[in-house]
């Protein structure tokens, strides 16, 4: 099965800082990488995603970038707030129909 | 218009015992999918569905059975709990395939205690 590192595994800012979270991933026919948040006592919800043709997409103070050479891709939040709080799961989609394989998640926590 | 819905939301059962952890949804979705998610370990896919009568197995199948009769419906079966079965299990569904660029819409989760 596919192989997705995702780190870190916790990660505290302040409010209004940038937050960072890296994935890689091993199969590089993979063509479909979603990011999902899931807030306490809830299910993960799809926040944004890529697919391998494109480098970056951005959606208000979210951005995914996506490096294929190496295999690797990363969630961006700007200007965060305390609601960002919450665990994110990077994903992939593999080449196989109907499959997400995600990361461990990266439990992030925004101090006012 | 509810998404996908779970039932129970917690439960506790003993080694042994047996029980069906429901799901529905109501957005006419061909795919779904039962995952089980332990503490630092992300999403582990069990079993998935592309249509009603059709399931195929996922990463971490065993101890567990599907069935899906109706488009809306896709209940997970825990034969003879284990402790090792002791999670929080999400189903989700999705209108094509995770890998076809399309949302996965979770339910809200039911928390499993096997003792």
């Known amino acids: 099965g596919e192989n997705v590192e995702q780190h870190p595994s916790t990660l505290s800012v302040q409010e209004g800082d940038s937050a960072v979270i890296k994935c890689t991933y091993s199969d590089s026919a993979s063509n479909y990488f979603p990011w999902y948040k899931q807030e306490l006592g809830k299910g993960p919800q799809l926040i944004i995603d890529?697919?391998?043709?494109?480098g970056e997409k951005k959606d208000q103070r979210i951005a995914v970038t996506l490096n294929k050479t190496a295999k690797h891709f990363s969630l961006h939040i700007t200007e965060t707030q305390p609601e960002d709080s919450a665990v994110y799961f990077c994903a992939d989609g593999g080449s196989t129909l109907g499959r997400l394989y995600f990361g461990r998640g990266t439990q992030l926590t925004v101090w006012p | 218009n509810a998404g996908v819905t779970q039932t129970p939301k917690f439960r506790i059962l003993k080694i042994g015992q047996s029980m069906t952890l429901q799901c529905t949804q109501d957005m006419n979705h061909n795919y779904m999918y039962w995952y089980r998610q332990d503490p630092g370990m992300g999403l582990k896919l069990i079993y998935y569905?592309?249509?009603?009568?059709?399931?195929d197995k996922g990463e971490v199948p065993n101890g567990y059975n599907v069935s899906r009769s109706t488009t809306e419906d896709f209940p997970l079966r825990l034969e003879l709990a284990a402790p090792s079965q002791t999670s929080v299990y999400f189903c989700?569904?999705?209108?094509?395939?995770?890998?076809?660029?399309?949302?996965?819409?979770f339910g809200q989760g039911t928390r499993l205690t096997v003792v």
């Open positions: 989700a569904s999705s209108v094509r395939g995770q890998s076809a660029n399309t949302e996965a819409f």
């Open positions: 569905s592309v249509g009603a009568g059709i399931t």
């Open positions: 890529i697919r391998s043709n494109v």
